[in-house]
Nanobody, 121 residues
Framework: QVQLVESGGGSVQAGGSLRISCAAS????????IGWFRQAPGKERQFVAA????????NYGDSVKTRFTISRDNTKNTVTLQMNSLKPEDTAVYYC??????????????WGKGTLVTVSP
């Protein structure tokens, strides 16, 4: 089992920055890929960013790729999402997800409970 706990959410004005983190515990050695999804009120959960647990191979959703950066610290078993130039449409609950294989999607095995990010105009 792998446990994921998100932290760092909060409120920020448009144009500001925020950093959220995901702490992984348990059998993290089994994780291949880890990332972030988000879900805005009334909308479907969507992919934000992902990275290989062993490093490298990042990818981003089209709406965030020039503004967000994902990174991981294996010594601390954490994955961080640095979000810059935030927009009101970035408002959502952000979920950390982990996959045992190369593909990370809505069917990934492990999920955190989410952290709320609110961006005001």
């Amino acid at each position: 089992q792998v446990q994921l706990v998100e932290s760092g959410g909060g409120s920020v004005q448009a144009g500001g920055s925020l950093r959220i983190s995901c702490a992984a515990s348990g059998r993290t050695s089994s994780v291949y890929r880890i990332g972030w999804f988000r879900q805005a009120p009334g909308k479907e959960r969507q992919f934000v960013a992902a990275i290989n647990w062993g490093g490298g191979a990042t990818n981003y959703g089209d709406s965030v790729k020039t503004r967000f950066t994902i990174s991981r610290d294996n010594t601390k078993n954490t994955v961080t999402l640095q979000m810059n130039s935030l927009k009101p449409e970035d408002t959502a609950v952000y979920y950390c997800a982990a996959s045992l294989g190369e593909i990370i999607n809505l069917n990934s095995r492990y999920w955190g409970k989410g952290t709320l990010v609110t961006v005001s105009p």
